[in-house]
């Protein structure tokens, strides 16, 4: 946590300053979403507020991170309690103004709870159509853990937006017409320091300060390796519609990935150590 928050202080007295690249990161800001003194709830600012629902069903909710500031942002999904049925997604997302076609996205995450198949994830969008989607793992919970996505885009995007979703998964049979339909699962995610980093250009090999990945792309086997000899919990491959299709737990601090039973195209590979998780994008040939 303490390098965490070094880094945070560093990009701040920053002249260019790239923590600002995503507003209100460490959600320390946060004001009324409802004028009304009986319905206290808030929202972060620089942040798209989502619909004011009353205090039963507000997705959105101020929670205490002291390890590192004041206030984290607890997303949940628009319903009361787990037990409940017909609750839809909450969602979160602020705009930002990304300075490079290659980056990575890190921020802090954990479940405060949930019930499968409800589950959370983070989505970067862009024009055209461009969607970026990553599922957090479920096993998250209890204590805060680092997520370091690399984003590469296909060009130079002069604006895009970051939403972090909590859902469960529609299930056209609740209800009694004619309000037929409802969610299965409920997720509640904690999401705290985001912080935006320009990686090299995107067309040069990406090792990572604290991991490497190679060959990328590859075709039969892929090396992943710590540098500092840290060990590797697992790594997870998953395709361009964020299915799991191959998992492995190593023992050490590097390991070889036979990769000849996926299909050629993108997947993203997450690499797990301690309290940490890498999230990079990976081509089979």
Request: hydrophobic share 40%; proline share 9%.
């Amino acid at each position: 946590m303490k390098k965490i928050k070094i880094t945070l202080l560093t990009f701040f007295l920053l002249p260019c300053c790239i923590f600002a690249q995503i507003p209100n990161a460490d959600f320390e800001l946060w004001e009324p979403a409802s004028p009304l003194p009986s319905e206290p709830e808030e929202f972060p600012r620089h942040w798209a507020g989502p619909p004011h629902l009353g205090s039963q069903h507000y997705p959105i909710e101020k929670t205490s991170n002291l390890n590192m500031g004041q206030y984290a942002v607890l997303v949940k999904n628009t319903m009361p309690s787990p037990s409940s049925v017909g609750g839809a997604a909450g969602t979160l997302e602020t705009t930002f103004m990304p300075s490079s076609e290659h980056f990575l996205l890190s921020m802090e995450v954990r479940y405060d709870s949930i019930v499968p198949p409800g589950k959370a994830k983070v989505e970067i969008r862009g024009p055209g159509g461009y969607l970026l989607t990553h599922w957090v793992d479920e096993a998250i919970a209890g204590e805060m853990e680092t997520i370091q996505i690399e984003v590469v885009l296909p060009e130079a995007f002069d604006q895009m937006t970051l939403r972090i979703v909590a859902r469960g998964v529609y299930n056209p049979n609740y209800g009694t017409p004619p309000f037929n339909g409802g969610y299965d699962g409920y997720a509640e995610i904690v999401v705290d320091n985001i912080v935006y980093e320009n990686a090299v250009a995107s067309q040069e090999p990406f090792e990572g300060k604290d991991v490497q990945i190679f060959p990328n792309p590859a075709s039969e086997t892929v090396w992943v390796k710590t540098k500092n000899g840290e060990p590797i919990r697992a790594v997870s491959v998953f395709n361009s519609t964020g299915a799991l299709v191959l998992k492995t737990s190593p023992s050490g601090n590097e390991y070889q990935v036979d990769v000849r039973a996926l299909p050629p195209g993108g997947y993203w590979m997450e690499i797990a150590l301690a309290g940490r998780r890498f999230v990079r994008q990976w081509v089979k040939e």
